[in-house]
């Protein structure tokens, strides 16, 4: 009671690592307090570390724009007008005016959906906390989560710094109950994003979209930048039908595992 030997969960993770983090998960809820803190912080620490190498975002495609002149980029002369002053061999710069055309990189908001109204034991859980993971090491200065049964829980909000491991271990500590809430979801996704100043805001859905609350979640769904969703392999058949009448893009996953690498494959789509 109370010891966890992370050699032997290092080994599990080289065998099965989708029945490792399930067992991991599980174990955070366990009934020996020191059992249950030491499942919980190894756990955060494995996920956001497998999290981190395939979810590394791509440089994107930057745009054009026009900003004050700090010894980089071209000078833009039509904007620029008001820098100089006088004529001839009087003629004076104001290096303040001055402003430069150059390329500022695309930058990005998420908003990750967990929808807990189903079971959140085992790989359920694990591969929910792995999605909470990928997207605090891909975009750790603007992104939240939040989980969704009948209610939603902001677990991390758009605009307040968490450390990642307390949001990994904020879903970790997530029990399955009630209905689905799927609209309601989407209408606080939408509510988050907005609250960032981010050129490209997606939200993604880590759910089989079976909703049985009332409210039109497809009207919510189309209301956002760029949806991407993530079903259970082998009971994804609503999810896709969902993903086709919204135009959102979809993808499954059978374990925790394959998480970093399927958003990343969703998020690197334009």
Do not use: H
Request: glycine fraction near 8%; proline fraction near 5%; aromatic fraction near 2%.
């Amino acid at each position: 009671m109370g010891e966890l030997d992370e050699d032997a969960v290092e080994g599990a993770l080289d065998e099965d690592a989708d029945e490792a983090l399930a067992l991991l998960a599980d174990l955070t809820a366990a009934t020996d307090p020191k059992l249950r803190e030491l499942a919980r912080r190894l756990a955060a620490r494995l996920m956001l570390d497998l999290a981190s190498v395939p979810a590394r975002p791509t440089p994107g495609i930057g745009k054009l724009v026009t900003e004050k002149y700090r010894d980089a980029g071209d000078i833009d002369v039509d904007a620029s007008l008001d820098a100089f002053e006088g004529s001839g061999r009087s003629r004076r710069v104001k290096p303040d005016e001055l402003r430069a055309r150059s390329w500022a990189k695309r930058d990005t908001a998420l908003c990750l959906l967990v929808d807990r109204s189903g079971s959140m034991g085992g790989k359920p859980l694990a591969t929910s906390a792995m999605a909470a993971a990928a997207v605090a090491t891909r975009e750790p200065r603007d992104y939240s989560v939040l989980a969704f049964g009948r209610d939603v829980v902001v677990s991390k909000s758009q605009d307040v710094p968490r450390p990642g491991d307390e949001v990994v271990n904020a879903v970790l500590s997530l029990r399955g109950f009630g209905t689905t809430n799927l609209a309601t979801a989407l209408d606080v996704a939408g509510e988050q994003l907005r609250r960032s100043r981010a050129s490209r805001k997606i939200a993604v859905l880590l759910s089989d979209c079976r909703a049985n609350e009332p409210g039109d979640a497809e009207a919510f769904a189309r209301t956002l930048d760029e949806l991407c969703i993530i079903a259970p392999e082998g009971d994804d058949e609503e999810a896709r039908a969902f993903a086709a009448r919204v135009g959102a893009r979809i993808d499954v996953v059978s374990g925790p595992s394959e998480i970093p690498a399927v958003m990343a494959r969703l998020l690197d789509q334009r």
